[in-house]
């Protein structure tokens, strides 16, 4: 691999993995109709049950991890995607 800047092929190419976490967030509607009261009450009179509850309900978010490849010239800096 040749480096685009200056043509050098003392190039290092590193595999960098991101990780994203996307939340699911409750309805706008759940709120307006039920969250608003509901979960005042259910803190007050359940925290115990809805603490051990929100320890073991399915977890509401889902984890993505891309792994890409960047190539860094030793020579120059440059860093470029592959
Ligand atoms: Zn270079």
Redesign the pocket.
């Known amino acids: 691999m040749k ?6 092929t ?2 290092n190419v590193q595999i960098v993995s991101e990780t994203e976490i996307k939340t699911k967030k409750k309805s706008v509607w759940y709120w307006i109709f039920v969250g608003w009261y509901l979960e005042p009450i259910l803190w007050i009179f359940l925290t115990l049950p809805k603490l051990i509850w929100e320890l073991i309900k399915p977890r509401r978010y889902k984890v993505e991890t891309k792994t890409r490849e960047i190539a860094v ?6 860093t470029w995607t592959v």
């Open positions: 480096c685009p800047r200056c043509g050098s003392d190039v010239c030793q020579n120059c800096g440059k």
